[in-house]
């Protein structure tokens, strides 16, 4: 019986590294081959085939390596001979990356992301497990479908959910709000819910002058008044709570809405969707009437990927309301 084929595109992270003596430090150092040699028996699975990209930390990607990058997945994931592809990448900006992949790629196989938190040189180093999970999910017919998905510790999320929640933990990657879609147990992948109404956004380019600004008590429109005069083409604002801020920030926002700057609001929270609940001055009422997009309940970081990509499409605010509100693109 053939086996199937799964493209592996090497972007870099933790999971290409190993500490270099003479600065006591990680740093890139593993090649594609030396990485897959660790993965042991994952031929008997799959044929692999793997694609160098870069080996560059997860800090070091930005948003137009991403579309870069992107481009190769769609051009690889288009192949008749391919069953499955996965990346891998630096579990800093994984979600980042992962996110606007799957918000810009339509395709029925599976697409898979994967990292590590241990490096080669750490004792429980996990990249071959990671990867060796990876390609169970990318071979399995049941993760077609599914959108792009992030693989780490076993555990199998959508990236449009999933986080980074712990700085070393191995199981750092969660789905906050509803929990993982599947598992992979005895290098097969059980699947518990489906992903409803997933988003696309046709976007072959990307707008980087988007701004991302945490709110914190007492807070004015310093920085949201720097952000308008260098041009942004738009904000995202992690609000407190339901998606109010703080009083002196109102100016701010007024400011970069007279000059057509989106200004798109989610919560600091972990946790739950933002809203126009609260009438009093800096409430969301007050914002949503000043013409503030609410972003559900993206995080910040989701939230600017959506709106950079947006962007790229249409600078219209009515149209741009629809895309980050509805998750659809009209």
Do not use: W
């Amino acid at each position: 019986m053939e086996k199937p084929k799964v493209a592996i595109i090497f972007t870099g992270g933790t999971i290409s590294m190993s500490i270099d003596p003479r600065i006591g430090a990680a740093i890139p150092s593993l090649s594609n081959q030396e990485i897959m040699s660790l993965v042991t028996n994952i031929d008997k699975f799959a044929e692999i085939e793997a694609i160098n990209f870069s080996t560059l930390p997860g800090p070091h990607i930005d948003p137009l390596l991403m579309m870069e990058l992107q481009q190769l997945v769609v051009k690889t994931v288009l192949r008749k001979d391919i069953t499955g592809v996965i990346i891998t990448h630096g579990t800093d900006t994984l979600e980042e990356t992962a996110y606007l992949l799957d918000l810009t790629i339509k395709s029925d196989k599976p697409i898979v992301v994967v990292g590590a938190m241990r490096n080669s040189s750490e004792l429980g180093y996990d990249g071959p497990s990671n990867l060796a999970a990876a390609v169970c999910t990318a071979i399995s017919p049941h993760a077609k479908n599914k959108g792009v998905l992030v693989v780490m510790n076993n555990e199998v999320n959508a990236a449009s959910e999933v986080t980074k929640t712990n700085t070393l933990s191995l199981d750092t990657f969660k789905s906050l709000s509803f929990g993982a879609l599947g598992i992979v147990d005895n290098d097969k992948v059980i699947f518990h819910r489906e992903v409803i109404d997933r988003q696309y956004i046709p976007a072959t380019s990307i707008e980087t002058n988007v701004h991302l600004i945490k709110c914190a008590a007492g807070m004015d429109s310093h920085l949201i008044k720097c952000c308008v005069d260098s041009n942004a083409k738009g904000i995202v604002i992690e609000a407190l709570g339901r998606g109010n801020i703080p009083p002196k920030m109102l100016e701010g926002i007024q400011y970069a809405i007279n000059k057509k700057v989106a200004v798109v609001v989610v919560s600091r929270c972990p946790t739950g969707r933002v809203l126009d609940t609260y009438g009093y001055q800096g409430g969301g009422r007050q914002l949503r009437v000043l013409g503030v997009i609410f972003c559900g309940d993206l995080p910040g970081q989701k939230a600017r990927i959506k709106l950079m990509l947006a962007l790229s499409l249409t600078n219209d605010l009515n149209t741009l309301r629809t895309v980050m509100e509805n998750d659809q693109y009209q």
